[in-house]
């Protein structure tokens, strides 16, 4: 078949479209995750054995920790679903997305001047390097439920789209930590949450281009 031949055939027969629009498969894949995520929470990290009562108290932080977590998540989906569509421009959707991370760091800074800087560090101890391995770790199955989710749209941006699959896995997997978490300090749930959130972004950035290449 020849040039000419290939491009009239194209024409008569156009590349099939997905059957389903792309926002119904990055949130049916975004729900599967979160219940994944939840169950791993639930079986492997176990809920803080008080869930209950911060809950019946009315505790703000960890409120404050759901809050920021679904935000992230709900800020990113409609950022992947636009860099799946090949041709779509993402526009306002990335300012969005980093509202949560801005209100939350402001709220840490408001905390730390009321705490003295030397203080506020000893609510989290070794709960630190836990978080920034166990929410990575939690986001994992996201990662690669999304990824194969999102390839099926074909997205051409490669490193951007892993990127911000990466942010959504991120705070998938930290709404799942949220509910084991035993800290309940904001300064703990801005710094040590945002940190574990970028660094699933940089594993989605870095494997993106592997994970998501359709040729």
């Not at 629009?21 to 079986?43: C, D, E, G, R, T």
């Not at 800087?117 to 199955?141: G, N, T, V």
């Not at 051409?156 to 800290?183: E, K, Q």
Request: net charge positive; proline share 7%; glycine share 6%.
């Amino acid at each position: 078949m020849d040039t000419d031949d290939l491009i009239a055939d194209l024409g008569h027969h156009p590349p099939r479209k997905p059957s389903r629009p792309a926002s119904v498969i990055v949130a049916a894949a975004a729900l599967a995750s979160l219940v994944v995520a939840l169950m791993l929470s639930v079986l492997w990290l176990k809920p803080r054995p008080d869930l209950a009562v911060p809950l019946i108290v009315d505790n703000h932080v960890f409120l404050l920790k759901l809050v920021f977590t679904v935000s992230v998540v709900a800020a990113a989906l409609p950022v992947v679903r636009d860099l799946s569509i090949p041709g779509r421009r993402i526009g306002r959707a990335s300012i969005l997305m980093a509202i949560p991370f801005a209100l939350i760091m402001v709220l840490v800074l408001r905390e730390l001047g009321v705490h003295h800087a030397p203080d506020w560090p000893s609510h989290a101890d070794h709960a630190w390097l836990e978080c920034l391995w166990q929410i990575p770790a939690l986001a994992a199955p996201a990662l690669i439920i999304l990824a194969i989710a999102v390839r099926r749209l074909a997205p051409t941006n490669l490193t951007r789209t892993g990127a911000y699959i990466g942010l959504l896995a991120g705070g998938i997997g930290a709404v799942g930590y949220a509910l084991h978490c035993h800290h309940d300090s904001v300064a703990f749930v801005g710094t040590a949450y945002t940190l574990a959130i970028l660094e699933t972004a940089l594993v989605g950035a870095l494997l993106g281009p592997r994970l998501l290449r359709w040729v």
